[in-house]
């Protein structure tokens, strides 16, 4: 019912199927008024939409529509209707007039697509007896309204809202039972109080806390965050499924929303945006207007910007440029900059998901870019990278570095107890922003030379690599630093080295291939793929390795993009019989086996088991239960996404073995 098509950091664009079609998300689903509704948003491009289903059972006449004709008839839109309970009712005015089975039945009852039970929205900041408390009931009706849906063969896709206030314990808590419940959609409730007061630090900690332990093949719905400028991050935490009562709410206050915030029409002196409203009207036509007609327009002006944004983040995700989409939206209120920070803590959270290559460049926008997952991921990399005895650290220059080293580098320092080095035995290393160390060798893979940053350099990203160079300096015997580096980075315990003429970065091919095997595979996977007399093919027109051979056999290409390998079958073979189980693997049970050998792509529930390592984008083998080599592909989808989907691919297998 819900696949992941593209992805990016932890955002993802999905398809989510539902009896009334199947839709994109992440989605908006503006909020119908079952009564009061006057705008088309099926005609501003509403692909979904959310009603409230309590609202139509206390009213007498509708309901009556609703029971006989459905829920779609009622308020006009054929596509998916998602209805909630009305437990916003019951947070706001304490009680309300109907049972929790009972509004099941009733949402079953009027062919909504996607139900919820009635859980209850504990306040922020209350006592924690109090969130637990709440939270209890909430578990015990969202247990019973899957039990009553699945004993009576109900249609209704369900809802389970996730609550605990702002404990971040009692969210991962109310997460965790939730998704062993195995319920549909997972929207994450109580949060508007917190928008309101623009706390979304606050938010940041109660969707991460909850989003890791939802399920990942579930859709993940933030409840009542109906402002633009919030989409992007809320996308990068994984949610999938946004809900606006904003765009009306706002327009009968005269506001329009953006993805910037919010401006009064009082203080408009142009039109915000070229929408159809903003084209066709001016400041006077609207000031001028009776305001019923005025907040129709400004509602509609509010919900074509909010679909835009939509728009624009699957986009940034389909083009790997999502994450810079998030940095931008992030600046535009100092409390949505501080959620990004506290984004940045969840780090290791976001890396599992974040694809290892991407369509775009890395782009620093900022210090808070030094955090990105991409830097981490890198860094942890070279952390379990063998290394050589002595390191020479260069300055950058031109990218690609390796094809860039002056033939006179200048002058180096030197840090150890001899005075003479053996570069035989040294890694090479320029020090940059924002990757802090790229051996020379690795420059040319993604993002470690896909990636720009401003020519200045903030304090953020000189503090981390002062850091990164204080941590990987002492494993090292001798240490050379450039001249430029040591003054640029605080590095003054260094003596003069008298030989610096003889410093000279060889550039070795072989050495490259090897390094990128490691870097990419795992450490020993260089050895294990180029073992023979390798020969090395390039393109004429770029002078880029394009093909590796071994004894005359083709081992691996080299794709142009990221400069990373794709395998060929000798290659796949190689790396199979030197790595061990799981290692590099996707393990899938004997239904899938002729498939996969066919060279057909491998559907996610046919995984038994995978290498955790996996990320989205890697190579991987994909083998049978005893370890036989069936085929090998990319994956599509991280561990934990192979693990948990039940549908939709996982790997697009380059080729099988027959
Ligand atoms: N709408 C906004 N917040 C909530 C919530 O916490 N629960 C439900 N059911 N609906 C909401
Ligand atoms: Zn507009």
Do not use: W
Not at 49 to 68: G, H, P, Q, R, S
Not at 86 to 112: A, H, P, R, T
Not at 236 to 265: H, I, N, Q, W
Not at 359 to 381: C, M, Q
């Amino acid at each position: 019912m819900f696949q992941i098509k593209f992805k990016d950091g932890m955002g993802r664009v999905g398809k989510l199927e539902t009896k009334h079609g199947t839709i994109t998300t992440p989605a908006l689903m503006p909020v119908i008024h079952p009564r009061k509704q006057t705008i088309d948003v099926k005609e501003l491009g509403a692909e979904i939409v959310i009603t409230n289903a309590y609202l139509i059972y206390k009213d007498e006449d509708i309901k009556k529509k609703a029971i006989e004709e459905g829920v779609h008839n009622l308020i006009n839109f054929p596509g998916p209707v998602m209805t909630d309970s009305g437990s916003f009712q019951l947070s706001v005015y304490g009680d309300v007039e109907i049972g929790n089975k009972e509004v099941i039945e009733f949402q079953e009852l009027i062919k909504s697509d996607i139900g919820t039970s009635l859980d209850i929205p504990t306040a922020p900041y209350v006592s924690k007896e109090k969130a637990e408390e709440d939270l209890k009931i909430t578990l015990e009706r969202a247990k019973e309204a899957k039990k009553f849906r699945d004993d009576n063969g109900f249609e209704l896709l369900l809802n389970s809202v996730v609550q605990g206030s702002t404990f971040p314990d009692l969210r991962s808590y109310c997460a965790s039972e939730l998704a062993y419940l195995g319920s549909d959609l997972y929207p994450i409730g109580a949060v508007v109080p917190l928008m309101e007061m623009y706390h979304y630090d606050q938010i940041v900690d109660i969707v991460m806390s909850s989003v890791s332990h939802l399920p990942d093949s579930k859709p993940r719905h933030l409840m009542g965050a109906g402002h633009p400028m919030l989409f992007a991050l809320a996308v990068a935490m994984g949610c999938d499924l946004f809900d606006s009562a904003a765009y009306v709410l706002y327009a009968e206050d005269d506001r329009f929303l953006s993805p910037r915030g919010t401006y009064k029409l009082e203080n408009l002196l142009e039109m915000p945006c070229s929408c159809e409203i903003c084209s066709n009207y001016t400041i006077d036509d609207l000031k001028s207007m009776e305001k019923s007609e005025r907040s129709q327009l400004i509602a509609k002006h509010n919900l074509y910007v909010s679909l835009a944004e939509i728009k624009l983040i699957r986009q940034a995700i389909y083009e790997g440029s999502f994450l810079e989409l998030v940095e931008e939206r992030c600046r535009v209120h100092p409390n949505l900059l501080n959620a990004y920070r506290r984004f940045s803590h969840y780090n290791d959270e976001i890396e599992l998901y974040d694809p290892r290559s991407k369509k775009s460049a890395f782009f620093y926008t900022g210090s808070e870019s030094i955090n990105r997952p991409e830097i981490k991921r890198h860094l942890n990399k070279l952390r379990t990278f063998k290394k050589k005895k002595n390191l020479v650290l260069l300055p950058s220059f031109k990218k690609p570095y390796s094809k860039n080293v002056p033939n006179n580098l200048g002058d180096f320092y030197i840090y150890g107890e001899e005075n003479k080095i053996n570069l035989k035995n040294t890694d090479f290393m320029v020090v940059d922003i924002p990757f802090c160390l790229i051996p020379l060798d690795l420059d040319e893979i993604y993002p470690l030379s896909q990636n720009e940053y401003p020519k200045t350099k903030d304090l953020a990203a000189v503090n981390e690599i002062e850091k990164i160079l204080s941590e990987f300096i002492p494993q090292y015997k001798q240490i050379l630093i450039h001249n430029k580096l040591a003054k640029e980075y605080n590095l003054n315990l260094y003596r003069i080295y008298p030989d610096s003429n003889l410093i000279k970065y060889e550039k070795n091919d072989v050495n490259k291939i090897i390094a990128i095997a490691d870097y990419q595979f795992g450490f020993g996977a260089g050895e294990a793929l180029f073992n023979g007399k390798i020969k090395i093919e390039k393109s004429k027109k770029t002078g880029k390795i394009r093909h590796i051979y071994c004894d005359g056999e083709l081992i691996a290409n080299m794709r142009a993009s990221d400069s990373f390998f794709i395998l060929s079958k000798e290659g796949a073979k190689r790396l199979h019989t030197s790595f061990k189980s799981p290692c590099l693997r996707v393990i899938v049970n004997s239904d899938s086996e002729p498939f996969a050998r066919e060279g057909k792509s491998v559907f996610s529930k046919f995984i038994v088991d995978c290498d955790e390592n996996i990320r989205s984008n890697d190579e991987v083998l994909i083998v049978n239960e005893n370890d036989q080599l069936l085929a090998y592909g990319k994956a599509l989808l991280c561990y934990s996404e192979m693990m948990d989907f039940k549908v939709g691919q996982a790997i697009k297998t380059r080729k099988g073995f027959k």
